[in-house]
């Protein structure tokens, strides 16, 4: 059974683009989190979503959003990019909303130009 | 505020035990995680504590004290493979976000 899966794995960006990551979480699994871990820091939490819909926000600027599909796939889109939005984007998915043990895909690793 | 406080580095022995501490100030809690993490990996779950006390899982086990605002990771016979950042997490207000500490390097020698 495949776990949560993550794309791209690796992605470089110059100032000022867009970014949009992909997330696949766990079949059975209907919330998905997105995380945002800098180089030698914890992961920061950045939204949550169960059945498609907002559940959570981290302390985040507008430039980040997010959706769920029917499918519970989700995607964590940014626009505007800055410098210090480089880092490992990690998606974890959760069976339900209130649901604590959270599995992680590899991450999305963005490098900002 | 919020705040999680663990060691940011530390090094043992291969064969040796070691503990990883974690002091936490939350508005509320709803329990406390331990997930290591590999370089360029991403985070694995290792424990959940909710309630008070020592849950053993084989050669790991964690500690909880809610009044003292306090956890530990024991890792006993270690291994190598036990080399990663051990990170500490706490669950706490209404939108059941996790709050993580910045981690613990932990380096195994032989």
């Known amino acids: 059974d495949a776990g949560v899966t993550q794309s791209p794995t690796h992605l470089i960006k110059t100032r000022g683009q867009h970014v949009t990551l992909r997330c696949s979480p766990i079949?059975?699994?209907?919330?998905v989190s997105w995380y945002q871990q800098v180089l030698g820091q914890g992961p920061q939490f950045i939204f949550q979503?169960?059945?498609?819909?907002?559940?959570g926000r981290g302390n985040f600027p507008d430039r980040f959003s997010a959706r769920q599909f029917p499918n519970y796939s989700s995607e964590l889109n940014v626009n505007a990019l800055l410098l210090g939005d480089s880092a490992l984007y990690l998606c974890?998915?959760?069976?339900?909303?209130?649901?604590?043990?959270?599995?992680f895909g590899a991450g999305s690793r963005l490098t900002v130009l | 505020g919020q705040n999680i406080d663990q060691p940011t580095e530390m090094t043992a022995t291969e064969g040796a035990i070691v503990q990883i501490n974690c002091t936490y100030q939350?508005?509320?809690?709803?329990?406390l995680f331990w997930y290591q993490q590999h370089a360029g990996e991403a985070p694995t779950f290792l424990s959940y504590?909710?309630l008070d006390g020592l849950e053993e899982k084989g050669r790991f086990s964690s500690f909880l004290s809610r009044s003292k605002g306090y956890s530990y990771l024991l890792l006993k016979e270690l291994q190598m493979k036990d080399s990663a950042s051990y990170l500490c997490?706490?669950?706490?207000?209404?939108?059941?976000?996790?709050?993580w500490g910045l981690g613990t390097s932990l380096a195994v020698n032989p």
């Open positions: 974890a998915s959760s069976f339900d909303s209130g649901a604590n043990v959270l599995t």
């Open positions: 079949s059975g699994h209907k919330s």
């Open positions: 979503y169960y059945e498609k819909e907002e559940r």
């Open positions: 939350t508005s509320g809690f709803n329990g």
């Open positions: 504590n909710v």
């Open positions: 997490a706490t669950n706490a207000g209404n939108n059941r976000k996790l709050i």
